[in-house]
C-alpha cells in the first residue's frame, strides 16, 4: 500500500498542487514559472515548500539539509515529519480554507521515496508517520517531474560547483536510483493523483507540459474564470501566439 493514500481526497476549498522528482529534475524552476503564469491570469496562488514552508521549518531546514551536518537517518525522518506537521497546520489548511491554489515543492511522497525507498525504512513506519504529520491532507494533483540519474547527477554538479548545494544532493548514485524507482511506484500506484512528466526537455517545453495538465484540472475544480476556461482549451500554438 502507497503510504501517501491512507485517505481520502480532502473536502476543502480551492486547489493542492505538489511537485515531486529527485534532484535536479527542474520542479522547482517549474513551480516559479507556474505560479508567476497563475497570478498573471488572476488566479491567487501560494507557493510554499518542504522543508522550510514556515518560520520553524525555515530553521530545520538550514539544520537538516546543512552539507557539515552528519543526521542519523531516523532523526532525518522525525525532523521531516515535524517540518511537515507545521507546515500542515500553520500554513497549508488554512491557505487552502482561503480558497487559494497552494503549490509546493515537495510533500509527503518525498518521505515515501527518499526516506521509504532512499533509507530503506519499513512502508508500515512511513505510513504511520505521514498519516501522524499531515492529518491525511493529501494533494489534489501532483506532479512528478521524472529524470534519468546520470542526468540528475549533471546538473546537481553545477549546483554543487556554484556551492548552491544540501546534503542530498551529494549523495551516491545508488540511493538516487533507489529514491527515482520509490517515485516510479508511488506513480504506479496513483495514476489519477501523479501525472508524470519528461524532465528532460527544454525549460519552456517542461513548462508547456507543465500548462498541459494543470489548466484542465483547475477549470474541473471551478478555479478559472470564463476568460481563462476558453485560453485552456485553445490549441498549444494558438495559447502560444496569444501569450507573444
Known amino acids: 500500500?502507497?503510504?501517501?493514500?491512507?485517505?481520502?481526497?480532502?473536502?476543502?476549498?480551492?486547489?493542492?498542487?505538489?511537485?515531486?522528482?529527485?534532484?535536479?529534475?527542474?520542479?522547482?524552476?517549474?513551480?516559479?514559472?507556474l505560479a508567476s503564469e497563475l497570478r498573471v491570469r488572476g488566479i491567487t496562488v501560494v507557493t510554499t515548500r518542504e522543508p522550510g514552508g514556515t518560520p520553524l521549518g525555515q530553521r530545520l531546514r538550514a539544520a537538516l539539509l546543512d552539507v557539515q551536518e552528519q543526521v542519523d537517518p531516523l532523526a532525518e525522518l522525525l525532523v521531516f515529519a515535524a517540518d511537515r506537521a507545521q507546515h500542515v497546520r500553520k500554513h497549508l489548511r488554512p491557505s487552502l480554507a482561503a480558497n487559494q491554489v497552494v503549490l509546493s515543492d515537495r510533500y509527503a511522497d518525498a518521505t515515501v521515496a527518499y526516506q521509504g525507498a532512499g533509507r530503506g525504512f519499513a512502508p508500515e513506519l512511513i505510513q504511520e508517520i505521514v498519516q501522524l504529520a499531515t492529518e491525511g491532507l493529501r494533494p489534489d494533483l501532483t506532479l512528478l517531474f521524472d529524470l534519468s540519474v546520470a542526468e540528475s547527477a549533471v546538473r546537481t554538479r553545477r549546483r554543487i560547483e556554484s556551492k548552491r548545494t544540501d546534503r542530498l544532493d551529494i549523495?551516491?548514485?545508488?540511493?538516487?536510483?533507489?529514491?527515482?524507482?520509490?517515485?516510479?511506484?508511488?506513480?504506479?500506484?496513483?495514476?489519477?493523483?501523479?501525472?508524470?512528466?519528461?524532465?528532460?526537455?527544454?525549460?519552456?517545453?517542461?513548462?508547456?507540459?507543465?500548462?498541459?495538465?494543470?489548466?484542465?484540472?483547475?477549470?474541473?475544480?471551478?478555479?478559472?474564470?470564463?476568460?481563462?476556461?476558453?485560453?485552456?482549451?485553445?490549441?498549444?500554438?494558438?495559447?502560444?501566439?496569444?501569450?507573444?
Open 171 to 244: 549523495e551516491d548514485a545508488e540511493f538516487h536510483t533507489r529514491v527515482r524507482n520509490g517515485y516510479v511506484e508511488i506513480a504506479k500506484a496513483e495514476p489519477a493523483r501523479i501525472k508524470v512528466i519528461d524532465a528532460r526537455g527544454s525549460v519552456q517545453e517542461t513548462h508547456l507540459a507543465v500548462m498541459d495538465i494543470v489548466m484542465p484540472f483547475l477549470e474541473d475544480r471551478g478555479l478559472l474564470g470564463a476568460e481563462q476556461s476558453a485560453k485552456s482549451k485553445a490549441p498549444r500554438g494558438k495559447r502560444e501566439s496569444s501569450a507573444n
Open 1 to 33: 500500500m502507497n503510504p501517501t493514500c491512507t485517505t481520502s481526497s480532502n473536502n476543502m476549498a480551492g486547489a493542492f498542487i505538489t511537485f515531486e522528482g529527485i534532484d535536479g529534475c527542474g520542479k522547482s524552476t517549474q513551480l516559479r514559472l
